[in-house]
């Protein structure tokens, strides 16, 4: 089974540990369905991985571009687009 690095708010799987106080809050008030806008979180376990191999690997980056992709289509927006721009915001944890 491969190791899941990125989640998104909706997630029920995440869990503090692998998220964060910030994520788990989040992912929390999304599921109350709060107006939180769409996102996604990358675990620590991405983050201790690219502090090991000095990049990030091809599992990690699919699953960005993935959960990426499902936020672009979901509100009609693209990274990158000219005409309806996707506009991202990167928090780290503290």
Request: hydrophobic share 40%; charged share 25%; glycine share 6%.
């Amino acid at each position: 089974m491969a190791i899941k690095y990125v989640y998104d708010f909706f997630d029920k799987t995440t869990n503090l540990n692998l998220v964060g106080e910030k994520g788990e809050n989040l992912a929390s008030m999304t599921q109350l369905n709060l107006p939180v806008p769409l996102g996604m979180i990358v675990s620590t376990e991405a983050c201790n991985k690219y502090k090991k191999d000095g990049v990030l690997s091809e599992a990690i980056l699919s699953q960005l571009w993935r959960n990426l992709k499902n936020i672009e289509e979901e509100i009609d927006l693209g990274l990158g687009d000219m005409e309806k721009p996707l506009l991202v915001s990167v928090r780290t944890s503290s």
